[in-house]
């Protein structure tokens, strides 16, 4: 038989495809493509005007130094979800596949269509009760709806846009040559087609915006960026850099990454009161917490090393604990922190020892600080660190850390900077909510929960503290990178980023107009959806209360209403028929914009329900988190010149505007 790359086979559908004028509705038939961007319908506008904000609120959503932000729509369009069975699918109704797998409706909307042919099996309609079978490819017609997302800024001088906001580049470009694109990547905006987003990602936008230099092919992965995260993006535009650059990511060779981020309280005194709440510690004195690495100059018990003499020891040779957030063997001479047991590797097959029982290594719970040159340091406390950042600007500070501005080591009339630097182990807790924790985890008892325990390691130091908010701004640099990483790190030490809401923040957090127009919004949403009274013709509500079109499945009164008992009618194209029936459309246009049968399908309807779709797009991406304070400031790698010589190479962007205020 030959190899499988040499098989015969046809293209694999993918996450999906966006399908053309015709009635092939599989993603390799031969009327579907990837269309060009003019079969897109998108509209890019400033936020206040789009909604009708006040003057005063739209002045309110705006930095100092009067940017405002812009708003991306994609319209919606016909689109074929597209995947292989599964070997759990095989000898499961479809119908059963769709309901039990898939959560974006109920069973009585796949029942409709299968039976209107919006779903089929290779390339075929089938009957509810067709069982699937291995090598099928089951396709899904929708009416994509996506949710807005944030550009960059548009800048105003004296009131007056200084040029067509339309214009502008989506994204700040930070640098670009022949072979590599650097942007500053606003917060809302997925690098990759994800989840809910697909032509309102990053690659997209870019793609949209300049098709000849950014199209498809063109631009590479280097590393990602969780979507609401804002700052640096690395983006390849050949292969063979994306993966050099991506292996000295991977490997941490001579990589480093600063983030910024704005945090809750005084950095890092809230390690202490954290644990103090808890009881049994004295919240002034952080040698008595339990995470707090201690280092000893004699080896512990256990160790089989010779005793050094502590004569011949000095700072600069006092040895990490840990490295990427595990034990090294320098812990001997280390007391205190917590030792986490992971299970290592990734395949079950490589992660048995000789007994065959799963091989295990030890992560690190534990804090200790460092100065700016990255080395040991005992005599310092959690306070001193905090006093760093008294009687110095934020980017005097910033420099230090940095190293934009040197220090002798040997001169101690200089601000000294200093590091903590947390290891603790982190899992992802829920892969289809994305989801993560962190800690000692013990509550973990069950080995397959234990399987996904990564070691993580996160330094961090303190820039400047503002007493009226009572928030601290503070540069991270993470070591290894887990998913949420640092956010799961702040969390733990008792200073949560402060409007991230998923880990301990607040949604709109310090920013009071943010959210008076937030509730405005929600309250025009619940009116929308459940009408004046919260009830139609006797009927109870279509959508369910405090519901979005991205992340509240539909309910089966809203698909009787909109889809179930409605029918194809002779001559009406399928794209014409998915638009009449799709729910998420009718979600849109609300209780009161409901259409009968014989209004659907007209351009009077098309043109409201357009309307009533960019409306509620709008006031969707008003209810949402429009991004947290964490940002990608600095990008430090070693690369090759032309003669094959090692390079370093480094990329900052300007400060957020909220790192500032």
Known sequence: MKPRSKRNRRPRGGFGCLVGDGEDLSCH????????????????????????????????????????????????????????????????????????????????????????????VSGRPVDREYKIQGGDELNHLVHRHEPAVGLSDIIYDNGTITADYTEHPPVQIVYEDNSLLIVDKPSTIAIHPSGA????????????????????????????????????VLIAKTPELARSMGKCIMERDGCEKLYLTRVKGKFPLNVMEKVASDGGIDAQNDNEHPWKLHYTTSKSSNSNEEDVNPTKRSKDAI?????????????????GGIKVPFITGNKDKMNKNSNGKNETSTAALGYWITDQYGDVTTGVSLNDLHEQSTDATLKEVLALATGDVTNDKEDNSKKSIHWLNLSCPCRISSHKNGICEAGDLSHLTEEADRKGIKPAQTSFTLL?????????????????????????????????????????????FGDEQGKKICQQSRDWLNKLDHGE????????????????????PATDTEIYHAAANRSRKEGES???????????????????????????????????????????????????????????????????????NDKHIQYRTQLPSWALS
């Open 319 to 335: 040895p990490s604990p840990c490295q990427n957030g595990e034990y090294t063997e320098s812990e001997v001479y280390w007391s």
């Open 197 to 232: 987003y697909n032509y309102n990602s990053l690659f997209e936008i870019l793609s949209y915006w300049n098709p000849q230099a950014y199209g498809l092919g063109r631009l590479f992965t280097v590393h990602r960026l969780d979507r609401l995260t804002s700052g640096l």
């Open 533 to 552: 009274a919260g009830m139609v013709n006797g009927d109870t509500t279509n959508a369910p209360s405090n519901s979005t079109v991205a992340e509240v």
């Open 464 to 508: 400047t503290y503002d007493a009226v908010s009572d928030t601290s701004v503070v540069l991270a640099k993470p070591v290894t990178g887990r998913t949420h990483q640092i956010r799961l790190h702040l969390q733990q030490l008792g200073h949560p980023i402060a409007n991230d809401h998923c880990y301990g923040g607040e949604l709109w």
């Open 574 to 644: 399928i794209f014409d028929f998915i638009e009449k029936t799709c729910v998420w459309c009718a979600r849109c246009r609300g209780v009161a914009g409901a259409l009968g049968d014989s209004d659907a399908g007209t351009d009077e309807a098309k043109q409201s329900n357009e309307k009533a779709v960019f409306r509620r797009t709008l006031m969707e991406y008003l209810v949402r988190s429009q991004g947290i304070w964490l940002h990608a400031l600095q990008y430090s790698l070693k690369t090759k010149d032309n003669d094959g």
């Open 29 to 120: 038939g031969s009327n579907s493509t990837s269309l060009p961007s003019n079969h897109l319908h998108v509209e890019v506008v400033p936020l206040s005007e789009a909604i009708g904000l006040p003057s005063d609120a739209a002045s309110a959503r705006s930095d100092a130094n009067n940017n405002q932000r812009r708003v991306r729509i994609v319209h919606p369009y016909p689109f074929t979800f597209a995947t292989f069975a599964k070997a759990r699918w095989v000898g499961r109704t479809v119908v059963d596949v769709y309901n039990e797998e898939f959560g974006s409706y109920p069973k009585s909307y796949y029942e409709a269509a299968i039976d209107a042919g919006r779903i089929l």
